[in-house]
Structures are given as structure tokens and as C-alpha cells.
């Protein structure tokens, strides 16, 4: 069969790839650099196509509630927004965290704080993999860094988020976002008509119990174990979901940990250092929850220096310092507000911070 | 004759909905939640809707409605149950979807999800108990706490001035085209019992005809919050909430009533 290509923005490619991923809803609100969803959603009317549901929202806070609304049901559903925006959500995306509710969540990031910029930024990672919302919880975070993975992460994001009923945040940016690159794209799935009763509201079937979908424990002893229940699914997630990819690591000397957009340009600087005989790889982490720390400290040993590169001000860094420890020669890289570093910048910053110094 | 004569099946007359659980009502005595939860869960039951409604509970004294209503709930943040429950209808537009909320939660946090709801004209019923006041914190100042009314952030009473007025979130929302029914009970006597459990009924049966979005306000007495006793709280209500938050139909039929 011929390969179905198409070029596409990356904020289409994963409103293309939440319809093909059998997705029952969207839910969202315009933001710049993110409206594409939104709009190529509506563009292509999927109620038409597979019968999935677009609504746009009065709000990023109405958004997420319906969110947790559909997700209560059983329903494959998804929102998407920007810096801002994503703020917003924080306290819905802890109760859907709380009530262990399986979601999608696009965060096409830009500069910050507050208003900031719309170019692109990577300053959410705290906020992505630390929380961002109160209470101890985790998200599952996954960080596309081409067109076709914004695609392919519906998928993932959507499986994984069913897989362990909880919300799955990916952590985008205003470039890959915007940028258009050549597509695969894979044949529709079927919407899910299967719902598990055991703790999805589709209305309490005659003779049976009635579901509740609440995050609400006023007992403390009863939510300690609700919590302690939250902690073992999240060791299973450690355990078992840890994502990266490698590149030029076999002989290299120097390590760039970079994700998202940041790890394309540091492709080309990777290759433009190696045209001046300085061997540099490259650990791209594509869950940032969880962390590939594991990878990162067996590959650590073997580096002259690590040089994490991120379009933030030194968020990363800190997993990288958590995963590696002492002893290897640890720095950052990074431009801030939405401005993005070129590859020669970047392989200039690693020579002065890690070789020369 | 012995007691035990008596109570038999076929002298039975009234009894509880097995749409209410056992649970104890968490709700102070007097209150006017049971009385409200309980014709809400007697229409479902009468219906027979059960195994199709989808409910919505909201943060405030009704934060644990799903404790006592016997059917499929999520409870929603604070303010966004109108939200919630716009995400269950849109997924499943064959499923009787509702949400109970208090004055905080439905006119002052939730205002903007409760008028743009309402405005899309969702096809879902919202149950709207207003008693003037924040209970469950503690007795705070509601949206639709009166001019003049003491309590515990407006200890002199509420300032027009600084405070600003009472919120008729109920007739605001009548002005919307979505919705269908819009309608303000009570539950302090037997026949305003008997009105407000039709007028859940009207509202239950305009989602089954997909006409939009139906409210049905209750005012109801908050004595813990008020400082009164049952009985005098259920008379401070009449006296003085009726008056600014007149009782009846407002909206029927998608058609303002002509005496609003």
C-alpha cells in the first residue's frame, strides 16, 4: 500500500493524529501559537468523519473541566493551549490527576512569565514535570520534537493515558508547532465503544452499583492510601515508560541533553562540531516524566562534559544534575523569551562552557 | 389494634426513593438540601431514568451529593460544574445529564461557565440552591447575600457601597436564548414542595425534548449560616429573601413569563 505523506504543521499533524487516534472529544480555547488545532479541527469536522466532538470553550478553565467531564465517561478526549493558557488548567488538570482520569493535554509552549512572548520556549518544564498544579501528582510527559511525532504522540499519549488512567501532558513548542515537515500518516482507529463499568459514568445499570468519579477524600487516613495508590502507579510508570533516543553517542566525548526543538538544532550543531573533529552526542529525552536518568548515568562516565541546552533559563538541568551526580562536568545552555539559539551559538556556548574553561 | 397491625405493604403510603441512599445527610437539620435532594432523586426514580442520568456535584455544603443521590456522579472544582457536565452531554447527548450547585459556586465562581452553558443552550438541567450565603466555609458572603445581611465577611451587614448588590443570576440567565425553562421554588412548605419537584420534573422532560438548557433555582434557608432557628430561618426567608428573589416561573418554553 502507498505510504499516505503529507506536509503539515505540527499543530495539525496532532489534530490529524487525535482524529485517526479515535479520539470522542476536543475541548479548547485559541492561544497563540497553538490555534491550528483548533481550527484545523473544526476545518475538518471529525463529527462528520468519525464522530468526534469539537466544542470551543469560554475559557482555558471551562476547556479542561470538560475534560474532565468526557474523561469521567470513559471518552477519549483531549485539550490544547500555550503557556498561559495551560496555567489556566493547573487546578483541572490536578483533579483529573486526582480522580485518575485518563486525558490528553497539548502545551504548544512560548516565552514567559505572564504574558511573555509567542515565540517558542521550553520555560514549562518545571511546571510539565514538577507538578504545576498543587498535590503530590505526576503527569505522564511526553516531548515531540518533529512534525510527525506531534502525529504519532496522539497515539501514545491517548495509550498511555487509558493504560494508567491518568492525564497525559504533551509538552510541545511555538516551533514545532508551527513548522511544517513531511507527515506518515497511519489509518483511522476506530472510536472505542467498550466502556469499563468499573469505574466509568455511563448511568448506574439496573442491579448494579452506581460510579462516583471524585478527587475528594475528607477522610485523611482513607486519602494517605488514595495517595500511596497514586505513588505505585507512578513507580510503574518509571519503571516501565522511560523514553529517549541516542544520537552520535558511540565515540562521543560531549553530550548535549536537549528535547524538543531544541534537540533538532542541536542535531546540526552535533554535525557541525563534528566537522572540526569535536566528537559531541546527543541524549534526547522524549518522556520528561519519566526521566531517562537511568540512560543519562551510563552515559555520563564516558563524557568530557555534558552541556544541557534548553530554550529556558536552566530547568532540565537540574533532572540532569539529579541523574548523573557528582563528578561529570555539568552545564546549561539556553536562550530565554522566545528567542532561539542557532546551531553555531550552541556549539560556541559548549566549546567556552565545556572545553576551553 | 398493635403498631405492628399497622405497618404493612399494603398500608403503605410514602416512602423513601432507593434513588437517596442511607447515608446520613452530612446537611445541618433544617436545612433545605435533604428536602431538595430528595424530590430531584423522586423525579429521576418517576421517570425512570436512572440507569441514563449522569450527575454533577459542586463544591460547597453539597460537595458530597453523590454520598446520597443513588446514581452515576463526578464531583466537579469549584464553580465549573457547568462545564463538567457540558463535557458528559457532549459525549453522550442521549444521557440525562444534571448539575446541583449552591449560590457561591453557580454566581460568583462559576458565573462565567453558568451564563456561557446556559448562552450555548446546553441540553442539560441545573439545580441552583440559593440561600443567600456560603455555608459550608462557614457563613461567608454569597453574590446573592442581601443588602444589609450580617454575616461573617460582612459582619455589619452587606454595603452597597463597597460590597455591592445581590446577584439575580437566575433571571440573567432567562434573558439567554439557550435556554428553555428557567424557574425559581422553594422547599420550605408542602406545596412548595409539591411546585418545585414539578418544576424539576418540567426541567428533566425539556432535556428529554432537547430544548436546552433548563434551571430551577430553590431558595432555601441556611439557619446555621443565617443564626436562626429552622422554623424562624424558614420565616426570615419568606419575609425577606421572597421579596428580592420573587418565586415562580420565569421562562417557559423558551418564552419569558410576562410578570417577570
Known amino acids: 500500500m502507498m505510504k499516505e505523506l503529507k506536509l503539515m504543521k505540527g499543530n495539525e499533524a496532532v489534530a490529524e493524529g487525535a482524529i485517526r487516534a479515535g479520539a470522542d472529544g476536543y475541548f479548547g480555547y485559541p492561544i497563540t501559537p497553538q490555534s491550528e488545532v483548533m481550527e484545523y479541527l473544526m476545518a475538518e469536522q471529525p463529527e462528520k468523519r468519525t464522530g468526534m466532538v469539537v466544542l470551543q470553550a469560554e475559557s482555558e478553565v471551562a476547556a479542561i473541566n470538560m475534560v474532565y467531564g468526557a474523561a ?20 483541572g488538570i490536578s483533579y483529573l490527576a486526582g480522580a485518575e482520569l485518563p486525558c490528553l493535554i497539548l502545551n504548544v509552549a512560548r516565552g514567559g512569565p ?13 511546571q510539565s514535570t514538577k507538578g504545576g498544579g498543587h498535590g503530590d501528582y505526576r503527569l505522564i510527559v511526553l516531548a515531540p520534537s518533529s512534525v510527525q511525532e506531534m502525529f504519532d504522540f496522539a497515539f501514545l499519549g491517548f495509550d498511555l493515558a487509558f493504560k494508567y488512567r491518568n492525564p497525559v501532558l504533551m509538552l510541545s513548542d511555538g516551533l514545532i508547532g508551527q513548522m511544517m515537515e513531511k507527515v506518515e500518516l497511519c489509518e483511522q ?10 469505574w466509568t459514568l455511563t448511568g448506574k445499570p439496573d442491579g448494579q452499583e452506581r460510579n462516583i468519579v471524585t478527587s475528594l477524600d475528607l477522610d485523611a487516613s482513607r486519602q ?51 566537522e572540526e573533529g569535536i566528537k559531541i552526542g546527543l541524549l534526547r529525552p522524549i518522556t520528561l516524566w519519566p526521566y531517562p536518568s537511568k540512560p543519562l548515568a551510563e552515559l555520563a562516565p564516558k563524557m568530557k562534559g555534558i552541556l544541557s541546552v534548553e530554550q529556558s533559563a536552566g530547568q532540565m538541568v537540574e533532572d540532569v544534575r539529579l541523574s548523573v551526580g557528582c563528578g561529570v562536568h555539568i552545564e546549561h545552555f539556553g536562550r530565554m523569551g522566545g528567542m532561539i539559539p542557532t546551531p553555531e551559538e550552541v556549539l560556541e556556548n559548549l566549546k567556552k562552557l565545556l572545553i576551553t574553561k | 389494634m398493635d403498631i405492628k397491625d399497622i405497618i404493612k ?37 418517576e421517570m425512570g431514568i436512572q440507569s441514563e442520568t449522569i450527575g454533577v456535584a459542586p463544591v460547597g455544603c453539597s460537595v458530597l451529593a453523590y454520598d446520597f443521590m443513588n446514581v452515576d456522579m463526578v464531583g466537579a472544582s469549584h464553580g465549573r460544574a457547568p462545564a463538567v457536565a457540558t463535557g458528559i452531554k457532549r459525549c453522550w447527548p442521549e444521557k440525562f445529564v444534571y448539575t446541583y450547585q449552591g449560590d457561591g459556586d453557580l454566581a460568583a465562581i462559576g458565573t462565567a461557565e453558568t451564563i456561557h452553558a446556559c448562552n450555548r443552550g446546553e441540553n442539560i438541567t441545573i439545580i441552583f440552591i440559593n440561600n443567600g450565603i456560603y455555608g459550608m466555609t462557614g457563613g461567608q458572603m454569597a453574590p446573592t447575600t442581601l443588602i444589609g445581611m450580617k454575616t461573617s465577611t460582612s459582619p455589619y451587614g452587606r454595603d452597597l457601597e463597597t460590597m455591592g448588590n445581590p446577584l439575580k443570576m437566575t433571571e440573567l440567565v432567562a434573558q439567554l436564548p439557550g435556554t428553555c425553562y428557567v424557574t425559581r421554588q422553594s422547599v420550605h412548605s408542602p406545596r412548595n414542595v409539591r411546585r418545585a419537584k414539578k418544576a424539576i420534573r418540567t426541567a428533566f422532560e425539556s432535556q428529554k425534548e432537547k430544548k436546552g438548557t433548563s434551571l430551577v433555582e430553590i431558595v432555601s434557608n441556611c439557619n446555621s449560616g443565617w443564626k436562626l432557628k429552622p422554623v424562624a430561618a424558614n420565616e426570615w426567608m419568606v419575609e ?21
Open chain 1, 72 to 91: 469521567s465517561t470513559g471518552k477519549k478526549v483531549m485539550t490544547s493551549s500555550s503557556s498561559p493558557g495551560i496555567s489556566l488548567m493547573q487546578e
Open chain 1, 114 to 126: 505572564g504574558l511573555g512572548t509567542i515565540q517558542p520556549s521550553q520555560a514549562d518544564y518545571f
Open chain 1, 189 to 198: 482507529l476506530p472510536r472505542t465503544t467498550y466502556f469499563d463499568r468499573s
Open chain 1, 224 to 274: 494517605e492510601v488514595h495517595n500511596q495508590h497514586l505513588q505505585e502507579k507512578y513507580r510503574k510508570c518509571r519503571a516501565n515508560e522511560v523514553r529517549y533516543e541516542l544520537l552520535n553517542t558511540e565515540d562521543a566525548e560531549y553530550l548535549f541533553v536537549a528535547y524538543g526543538s531544541s534537540a533538532r538544532i542541536c542535531q546540526k550543531a552535533i554535525q557541525l562540531g563534528r
Open chain 2, 9 to 45: 405493604p399494603e398500608n403503605l403510603v410514602y416512602q423513601k426513593t432507593p434513588l437517596m441512599t442511607d447515608k446520613p445527610l452530612s446537611y445541618c437539620p433544617g436545612c433545605g438540601h435533604g428536602t431538595a435532594h430528595r424530590i430531584l432523586m423522586e423525579v429521576i426514580e
Open chain 2, 240 to 260: 425577606n429573601m421572597f421579596p428580592f428573589f420573587p418565586l415562580g416561573d420565569i421562562k417557559v418554553d423558551g418564552k419569558l413569563v410576562d410578570n417577570q
